[in-house]
């Protein structure tokens, strides 16, 4: 036979060690339901037609790409008609002060879908964009709280998004969303930029989870510094705050003395990378322009609409409410044209010159009413806060009572939101500096959609779990007084807990068989628990006639495999404990190389998984096993191989054990494995050979026992965090056990 193996127990503590396949493997079903309602729903829209003047821009340069195949161009008096410069060869560079990536993406995708309109392309990649990153997000998530439940509880999402947000099953983009001071629906200019932000940061989020070395570190600093880059690309300013995410990856990963410069450098590589990646895109363009069109990028205007913008900012609240500005600006581009044409009427839009003239026009109109100034840009911000109020409210409540919780998921937790930070007040600014629209919302949309689903995971987990954190003080008391009422026990004696229904056909044998295995310390507990045989007739004569060395006790109980195992347990006065069955399925075998291991195993299970054991089971029964056990894998996030074979246990802990168990029935073993693992506790593994006999045997395990184990799995599953906070191992220095 093989060596034992001790399965290290996966508790929830720091070490992050992966998931069970199986609960990867539920984690990622969760996540295709996500990602595919998202992508059904983004598919289903009409086309998201673009502001007009953009719109033009938008179809001349699809258009132009097609002829061409050099991005950013359009023919001579096409699109945009304040972006012309008329060229020689019959074409114009295109989207002088618009952030020029959606435009491209839009160009690119007639390769994909062959369209005469950018609309279809568009659609897919928003599509995809939505979609992408919630394949990912409950796995992020359950990670965070260390519990798989905080991400099965996304399916959730898509409703309480619905809720939240505007009526959208979207997270983290504004996109297809409309009111009445947004009559148009925030197209693709703007959901590319809120997607791209929360794909990003729940990578991030992710990474953060994981546990990375120094070259891990510094290709997830490269590769979120060129994912910030195309952010930049797409909308300005958006991947900043990606890029500077980048140093809480390295703040959770370093040692505390280096900390902050890890974090520090980390952050200044990403967000250097992130401006990189759209100047070196945006030359290697322009050289393309210059040779379609004949004008060279340093005869363009070079200045982005900032100021413009700014000054436009200015004219709240009228376009929130109709109420007019109390500086009389206008919502509108043409109101900031002819300002600054009457200035100057040679002035061109998007110049240098044009941005200088609107910078005086806006500091002229703030300084002129700065009170007036400061309680506006205050009204924008609260505005702003009021249309995320009811994400705000499930982030505050779902994290701060995650926080509240003492553990290892708190520095996790913390790091989530710390990532979210930077994104967060880099999107505060062209809400409140320009104007609290839709349109302006895509990085606050992207951070908080993240936020959201952290919230909403952290809220499940801290409910589900608190009947258990309340019973937890009480169970400690209670396993304090139980140690204290334990009678002593024989140093090296042996109690073989043998429960039995309907056994008359081997249980007499199988007692016989244990008393020649055991000396004059050990004992045999046999529990009755409701047979209508001859089986309580034959555990009296054996009683009545027990002339061996070791202790016989013939006990009774209710029906149920975990009663009479609990009976067992608790009647027990032992050392050690052998728990088996009324057949001895693996012969004396199993016995022998409990025996060999060490003195100090507190948990060992005779498995029929262990790669050395021997065991012929029909097709039914193997199936059913290895359901069973991968349903164990993914609500209990066991890593033991079988919990349905005999078991090797310390005496005090079993003890204790039986003493707080719950299961009556075929699951009560499963719960002992449950309660180990969760404890820390090594749970070995020892190799069996299934006996001729027992495979020839009509099994007594029925169809209706696979839905009370299935059933009983996910009881289990809701239950288990009571024994998360219990330490029952037996210390020599402690006259109780350490309750942590």
């Known amino acids: 036979m093989g060596e034992a193996q001790p399965i290290d127990a996966e508790v929830v503590d720091d070490r992050r060690a992966l998931w069970p396949r199986s609960t990867t493997f539920l984690l990622g079903v969760v996540g295709l339901v996500l990602a595919t309602v998202a992508f059904v729903a983004v598919m289903s829209m009409p086309d998201l037609v673009w502001h007009p003047a953009r719109d033009f821009e938008l179809q001349s340069t699809y258009d132009a790409y097609r002829e061409t195949g050099v991005p950013l161009v359009k023919e001579n008096g096409t699109g945009s008609w304040y972006t012309q410069v008329a060229g020689p060869d019959g074409y114009t560079p295109a989207a002088w002060d618009d952030d020029p990536g959606v435009y491209m993406i839009a160009s690119f995708m007639s390769h994909v879908t062959g ?138 990963a370093t040692r505390r003395r280096w900390r902050w410069w890890a974090a520090v450098g980390g952050a200044v590589v990403a967000v250097t990378l992130s401006f990189v990646v759209p100047t070196g895109v945006m030359k290697a363009v322009q050289h393309q322009q210059a040779e379609v069109t004949g004008i060279a990028s340093s005869d363009l205007p070079a200045a982005h609409a900032l100021w413009h913008s700014a000054y436009l900012g200015l004219s709240y609240p009228e376009p929130v409410n109709g109420e007019p500005s109390p500086f009389g600006i206008p919502w509108s581009d043409e109101f900031g044209w002819q300002q600054a044409r009457a200035v100057d009427p040679d002035v061109v839009i998007a110049s240098t010159e044009y941005d200088e003239i609107m910078k005086q026009l806006y500091l002229d109109k703030v300084e002129s009413m700065p009170v007036a100034a400061a309680r506006l840009y205050v009204d924008k911000a609260l505005f702003t806060v009021k249309h995320f109020g009811a994400m705000i409210v499930v982030i505050v409540i779902g ?90 026990h024989a140093p090296g004696s042996l109690a073989v807990v043998v429960p039995t229904r309907n056994g008359e056909a081997t249980v007499a044998a199988t007692v016989e068989s244990l008393a020649g295995a055991l000396g004059h310390a050990d004992e045999i507990v046999v529990v009755e628990n409701g047979s209508n045989d001859r089986t309580t007739e034959i555990l009296d004569a054996l009683a009545a006639g027990w002339s061996h060395e070791c202790r016989l006790s013939v006990l009774h109980s209710e029906r149920g495999l975990g009663v009479a195992l609990r009976t067992g347990v608790l009647a027990s006065r032992s050392d050690r404990l052998l728990l088996t069955a009324d057949d001895l399925p693996f012969g004396m075998g199993d016995l022998e190389e409990f025996r060999r291991l060490p003195s100090d195993t507190v948990v060992a299970i005779g498995s029929k998984a262990h790669p050395g054991s021997d065991v012929h089971r029909s097709t039914r029964r193997t199936l059913q096993s290895r359901v069973f056990r991968h349903m164990r894998e993914a609500l209990l996030h066991s890593r033991v191989g079988d919990s349905q074979g005999t078991f090797w246990v310390d005496g005090s802990w079993a003890r204790m054990f039986a003493a707080f168990s719950r299961e009556p029935g075929l699951m009560w073993t499963t719960e002992l494995v449950m309660a180990a693992e969760i404890q820390g506790i090594p749970v070995t593994e020892v190799p069996v050979s299934l006996t001729e006999s027992h495979d020839t045997v009509t099994s007594r395990f029925s169809f209706g026992d696979a839905v009370r184990g299935l059933r009983g799995i996910v009881r289990l599953a809701l239950q288990k965090d009571d024994y998360l906070q219990d330490d029952w191992v037996p210390r020599e220095s402690a006259h109780e056990p350490a309750l942590r």
């Open 115 to 252: 369209s005469e309109s950018p609309y279809p392309g568009l659609r897919v990649v928003m599509a995809l964009l939505c979609a992408l990153p919630l394949t990912v997000l409950p796995f992020a998530v359950a990670r965070v709280f260390g519990r798989a439940r905080a991400g099965y509880v996304l399916l959730a999402l898509p409703a309480l998004t619905w809720l939240v947000n505007g009526g959208t099953v979207l997270l983290g983009t504004e996109y297809g969303l409309s009111d009445e001071s947004s009559p148009l629906r925030v197209y693709a200019l703007y959901g590319v930029t809120g997607s791209l932000v929360f794909a990003s940061l729940t990578l991030v989020l992710l990474l953060s989870t994981a546990r990375l070395r120094t070259r891990g570190l510094v290709l997830a600093t490269v590769g979120i510094g060129l994912l910030a880059g195309v952010g930049n690309l797409v909308r300005s300013m958006s991947g900043v705050g990606v890029a500077l995410s980048v140093g809480v990856l390295w703040w959770l």
């Open 399 to 488: 994290i701060g009572l995650a926080l509240r919780r003492s553990g290892p998921h708190r520095r996790r937790l913390w790091g989530a939101v710390a990532l979210t930070v930077p994104t967060v007040l880099i999107g505060l600014l062209p809400a409140v500096l320009v104007m609290p629209l839709l349109y302006y919302y895509s990085e606050l949309s992207g951070a908080l959609g993240l936020l959201t689903a952290v919230g909403l995971g952290g809220f499940a987990w801290v409910v589900t779990s608190m009947p258990s954190q309340v019973r937890a003080a009480e169970r400690g008391k209670i396993a304090a007084r139980l140690h204290e009422l334990t009678p002593a």
